[in-house]
């Protein structure tokens, strides 16, 4: 044993690929026994396999400290000359590990929240010290769908961009669309019986879309514009008559909704 640990101290060069490959053998072991044979990977699996791959990380920088740690001061002391050249040099690097500390410590998000930085949002998948991967959602068409996409946000973007948290959009969405009439038509008749059918249309959800109205309302501190729809008629720049049309949904709905909404309206003002 004391021959091994001999050999292991002067043999620092070995010593540390050993042990950084078998920490990379068991880091892909464990990710493999947490993902299973599922086709799809779960929420909380991929928070497991998010904190599994940070736990290794911060095991191979400790490991190549300990191992190097007297060759590490000395290299730091001989920086010192031209310690200002690598602040500069690694500015962006630096700005990400300090945007992953900002976003631990105000608890901005977490694995599985639907976010948005800038002009893009999505769904987080994986978070890193130097970066954030979300699945890409079309929200600002209305879609709430995902696109396929895979994008990897460096971290230095939460100091740059407001970070807005939109987790309870998972479930139920104010759903906002517009409807253009045509000029000679007085939208306000058809304002009653539209409001009628949202209310057909909500039936099977209302009670549970009042409660968990009333639970963001108590989470944020806000008071919520309701659950019930909201309709509000005006004009546009052209002197066309709009119907500005608000309904608290189930997210997966809104878009279907949307669509036998605009139906009604078509069928009252053109016709069947």
């Known amino acids: 044993m004391l021959e091994l640990l001999t050999f292991a101290i002067e043999h620092k060069i070995i010593t ?4 950084i490959t078998t920490l990379l053998l ?4 464990v990710l493999k026994i947490i993902r299973g044979d599922h086709n799809f990977i779960s929420e909380k699996q991929r928070q497991w396999m998010s904190r599994t791959k940070n736990g290794f990380a911060i095991l191979i920088i400790i490991t190549i400290f300990g191992i190097w740690n007297s060759e590490i001061k000395e290299f730091a002391l001989s920086l010192t000359a031209i310690a200002m050249a690598v602040v500069i040099a690694s500015k962006e690097m630096i700005l990400c590990i300090t945007g ?15 976010i948005e930085v800038g002009d893009l949002r999505g769904e987080v998948i994986e978070h890193t010290m130097l970066s954030t991967k979300i699945q890409e959602i079309d929200i600002a068409h209305n879609r709430y769908d995902y696109t396929g996409k895979t994008l990897t946000l460096p971290n230095s973007m939460f100091f740059s961009h407001t970070i807005k948290n939109m987790n309870f959009m998972k479930r139920y969405v104010y759903h906002n669309f517009t409807i253009v009439g045509p000029k000679e038509r007085n939208l306000f008749s058809y304002h009653d019986e539209l409001i009628s059918n949202i209310n057909d249309y909500s039936e099977e959800f209302i009670e549970v879309a009042r409660r968990y109205n009333s639970v963001i309302e108590r989470h944020a501190g806000v008071d919520l514009p309701g659950a019930e729809p909201h ?8 002197g066309e008559s709009v119907m ?3 309904i608290f949904c189930p997210t997966e709905q809104a878009a279907e909704l949307e669509q036998h909404i605009t139906s009604d309206f078509m069928r009252l003002v053109y016709g069947p």
């Open 16 to 19: 540390t690929l050993v042990i």
């Open 26 to 29: 068991l880091r892909v072991l």
């Open 100 to 114: 992953s500390i900002h976003r631990a410590s105000s608890s901005s998000f977490t694995i599985g929240d639907w």
């Open 231 to 238: 309709i509000h008629i005006g004009t546009n720049c052209t």
């Open 244 to 246: 500005h049309i608000t």
